[in-house]
């Protein structure tokens, strides 16, 4: 089926021959503020329109182009592949050769000028008609759409083990206790079987013939206490993992204070300090002058910089430099923690915050699944950034303190 031609262009190729100097001029004059007017239009538009010719080389784009891949104006005539290297031109040549009704689609990540993921979708000019005059394509900026897609699909998996923990939580929980409980008691019987074999050491009459008691009822001891140690370690160990679960699904309302976020990054090393500095790791501390007081939960915000202090020590085997750095500009406040130890690779980076990954060996899996939800509630966002081989930096921002409403002044007239 054809493409429908325009009214006005219908006439004018029906009489073009008998139109006079005035006559053409009415018809440029007209052509030109239809191609002012669809200008406007494209400009207008969020999603990137852009037309390519036979041989790939772009011929037109709007102003959203520019803003998407970084497309500038008097860069016409270039190939679009310089640009837009992701797509498979070649599949798009096809469908325009080949011709018919058909529209392809195309998604895929852009890092110039900005980290985006757009969808393509692509249309010959000749519609239906088979050989090559250009393509038409539009860029659809998903970027926003895929991140709430993503944000749906976390909120899905966590209600999932809000369930989840609220019919296992307690089935744990109660054996946990039961465990402990006897685990004490045992504990009390080896302490008195130990009694007991002093008091046979200290009798001189029954000495000799108990000696071999003696000795079975000492190594029984040390064997019992050492496997004691072993149970009550793994049972604390239970006890942390379900108490990490239960704070990561079932968040605490937030205590909204101002306060200084240089104050609790302070009190955050004051507290760890010991710890980091006996790994052999040394501590620089890059706090700005005069920052800005914002509305925060000093407790759980405490909480977010432990756990991604701890983190970073973790990932420092052999020493290395912990950063903890905070700024300022008009979008919030931030605060920064970095490590120089291996870096996380790229096919882990989507997984960070997934529950129970973890890329050490001891690890739940949830601690940086708490971090993202204390952040999110605060409406504040993370930033990561690493690289093999030469660390990591996590960056919280927070947004600054709500402004109120300006009210309009009541002008007399």
């Known amino acids: 089926m054809a493409t429908p031609k325009s009214s006005f262009l219908d006439k004018v190729l029906g009489r073009i021959g008998r139109l006079d100097t005035e006559g053409l001029q009415t018809v440029v004059q007209r052509l030109a503020n239809e191609r002012s007017f669809l200008e406007t239009l494209f400009n207008t538009i969020e999603d990137g329109v852009l037309v390519v010719d036979e041989n790939g080389r772009v011929i037109y784009f709007n102003q959203?182009?520019?803003?998407?891949?970084?497309?500038?104006?008097?860069?016409?005539?270039l190939p679009i592949t310089k640009f837009l290297p992701e797509v498979d031109w070649q599949k798009i040549a096809r469908v325009d050769h080949t011709g018919g009704a058909r529209v392809t689609r195309h998604e895929f990540e852009v890092f110039y000028p900005r980290s985006r993921f757009l969808r393509?979708?692509?249309?010959?000019?000749?519609?239906?008609?088979?050989?090559?005059?250009?393509?038409?394509l539009i860029l659809h900026d998903a970027t926003e759409a895929r991140q709430k897609t993503f944000e749906a699909i976390e909120s899905e998996r966590v209600q999932a083990l809000t369930l989840l923990a609220a019919s296992v939580a307690h089935e744990i929980g109660n054996p946990l206790n039961a465990l402990h409980i006897h685990l004490q008691?045992?504990?009390?019987?080896?302490k008195k079987l130990k009694g007991a074999a002093a008091n046979e050491k200290s009798t001189a009459r029954s000495r000799?013939?108990?000696?071999?008691?003696?000795?079975?009822a000492a190594e029984v001891g040390k064997k019992l206490e050492q496997y004691l140690d072993v149970a009550k370690g793994e049972i604390h160990r239970l006890d942390y993992i379900v108490t990490q679960f239960l704070g990561a699904i079932r968040p605490s309302?937030?205590?909204l204070k101002m306060a200084s976020l240089n104050e609790i990054v302070e009190?955050?090393?004051?507290?760890?300090?010991?710890?980091?500095?006996?790994?052999?790791?040394?501590?620089?501390?890059?706090?700005?002058r005069a920052l800005t007081a914002t509305p925060i939960d000093a407790t759980q915000l405490q909480q977010v910089l432990v756990n991604l202090v701890k983190n970073a020590a973790q990932a420092m085997t052999t020493g290395g430099t912990l950063t903890m750095q905070t700024g300022e500009n008009n979008d919030g406040v931030w605060v920064s923690v970095t490590d120089t130890g291996?870096?996380?690779?790229?096919e882990q980076l989507n997984r960070i915050f997934e529950p129970f990954y973890t890329t050490k060996k001891k690890g739940t899996g949830l601690g940086l699944m708490i971090v993202q939800r204390i952040?999110?509630?605060?409406?504040?966002?993370?930033?990561?950034?690493?690289?093999?081989?030469?660390?990591?930096?996590?960056r919280v921002w927070l947004p600054l303190h709500e402004r109120k409403p300006r009210l309009l002044e009541n002008k007399k007239t």
């Open 120 to 136: 393509l979708y692509a249309a010959p000019l000749d519609g239906e008609a088979t050989g090559s005059s250009g393509v038409a």
């Open 267 to 288: 009190k955050t090393l004051d507290l760890l300090r010991p710890e980091i500095e006996n790994r052999g790791i040394a501590i620089k501390s890059k706090l700005a």
């Open 208 to 216: 000799a013939k108990n000696l071999s008691v003696e000795v079975d």
């Open 375 to 394: 952040v999110r509630a605060h409406n504040g966002r993370i930033e990561l950034e690493s690289h093999v081989g030469k660390g990591t930096t996590f």
């Open 342 to 346: 291996g870096g996380i690779p790229q």
């Open 253 to 255: 309302p937030l205590q």
């Open 185 to 190: 008691l045992m504990e009390r019987e080896v």
């Open 64 to 77: 959203a182009v520019t803003r998407l891949i970084g497309l500038q104006s008097g860069e016409e005539e």
